[in-house]
Antibody
Framework: QLQLQESGPGLVKPSETLSLTCTVA???????????WVWIRQPPGKGLEWIGS???????YYNPSLKSRVTISVDTSNNQFSLRLSSVTAADTAVYYC???????????WGQGTLVTVSS | QSALTQPASVSGSPGQSITISCTGT?????????VSWYQQHPGKDPKLLIY???NRPSGVSYRFSGSKSGNTASLIISGLQAEDEADYFC??????????FGGGTKLTVL
């Protein structure tokens, strides 16, 4: 059974960079040619927003509204993938989820989510 | 890119059937069979209910089904149960190689 777990600071100051890591257990990030590794966020009380998807080889797709501030990277040696979101504001306060995405763009495994608050 | 359109709320009594719609455009829902549905209970992570418009993952109740007509996809829940009370989100692949979600629908079981 695949398990994903987000980790990282729960509080980030405005204008700084948000950094999160997702550790994958129960399966190898690099052994699957049909899955992408994804970040999704959900502001408190609101809907889901796709941030971006990355293949283990490095090819990636990003939400155009966030693309200039987002980097997703994969660390196959540690079976992890990461999110960096720069120049954050209060609008970036959200629960951040990592997930596995099949090539037909559905998300079958999710992490439990981690709340990141942007505040000074 | 705008979110897919879902009703903010729907309700039904136990045993009834309800339908949640998800309306997009010819650049997403209308052009691809890559529509998915997710159920989210308060404080929990989303759970995949339907993928590729009509397919149900192993372990998901037969009471959940999906369909699509034109630019609108639908999630049908039959035989409503109290545990179905949750938020429901649709998603679709788009021609821009992105993933769009709907705004979410809150289901209340009366």
């Amino acid at each position: 059974q695949l398990q994903l777990q987000e980790s990282g600071p729960g509080l980030v100051k405005p204008s700084e960079t948000l950094s999160l890591t997702c550790t994958v257990a129960g399966g190898s990030i690099s052994r699957s040619s049909t899955y992408y590794w994804v970040w999704i966020r959900q502001p408190p009380g609101k809907g889901l927003e796709w941030i971006g998807s990355m293949f283990y080889s490095g090819s990636a797709y990003y939400n155009p509204s966030l693309k200039s501030r987002v980097t997703i990277s994969v660390d196959t040696s540690n079976n992890q993938f990461s999110l960096r979101l720069s120049s954050v504001t209060a609008a970036d306060t959200a629960v951040y989820y990592c997930a596995r995405q099949y090539w037909t763009w559905y998300l079958d495994y999710w992490g439990q989510g981690t709340l990141v608050t942007v505040s000074s | 890119q705008s979110a897919l359109t879902q009703p903010a709320s729907v309700s039904g009594s136990p045993g009834q059937s309800i339908t949640i719609s998800c309306t997009g455009t010819s650049s997403d829902v209308g052009d691809y069979n890559y529509v998915s549905w997710y159920q989210q209970h308060p404080g929990k992570d989303p759970k995949l209910l339907i993928y590729e418009v009509t397919n149900r993952p192993s372990g998901v109740s037969y009471r959940f089904s999906g369909s699509k007509s034109g630019n609108t996809a639908s999630l049908i829940i039959s035989g409503l149960q109290a545990e179905d009370e949750a938020d429901y989100f649709c998603s679709s692949y788009t021609s821009s190689n992105t993933l769009l979600f709907g705004g979410g629908t809150k289901l209340t079981v009366l």
